[in-house]
């Protein structure tokens, strides 16, 4: 995931609510063997917002989860992402966190909802065409929870997008309720001249 710091100037500019609730006025409707989930907390004290059925290729394993995460954030310019299909991924109470350098110095975790997310990206992956594709992955796996460290490369259609290409490290947290998996919480952190990849996060890894 990325949210670049111009993205984050940006969009605070244009939506005044600084990543607040998604307004999208139609929920999907759910085919009936779709599965769902309770409604999901939204910002700010406004109305929760249902969580929409998730298809059941998108959370039956934890391949599925992680592609649909990388899949639904991604498309060319002008094409309307399908924000209900990124929310049906999440636990309702799952959140997005963004680690982000501070104007005065170090670094901190900004921790938003998946509503939010949509709300301060969405419109500005849709305008330049974004696609984020995983080049790499470690997972970790006990029982029902599964921990995916997974190697992100970003690309831009636009040559007007106002940054770079991003690459950095998606650390995603799953959890699986007996009948479907969710995502838990999502942390990353972008690359930095100061901060590269190691090489060792450039290659996937076979666990134990």
Known sequence: MHIPRTFIRRASALLATALGALAI????????????????????????????????????????????????ISGPAGHKRDWDRMRSLFMPGGKMIPVLPRQPGGFAPRIISPDEYIQRS??????????????????????NIAHVFSTYEGRFQSPDAPVPPPRGINSIQLVNDGSRWWVMNIMWEAERPDNKLPEKYLKSATNP
Do not use: M
Request: aromatic letters at 6%.
């Open 25 to 72: 006025a139609a929920i999907h409707v759910a085919p009936a063997h779709s599965q769902s989930a309770p409604s999901t907390a939204s910002p700010q004290g406004q109305t929760p917002t249902p969580t929409p059925a998730a298809n059941p290729a998108d959370v039956a394993s934890v391949d599925a989860i992680v592609a649909a995460l990388y899949d639904v």
């Open 122 to 143: 969405g419109e500005l992956l849709e305008k330049y065409g974004f696609t984020e594709s995983e080049i790499a992955r470690r997972v970790e796996r006990y029982g």
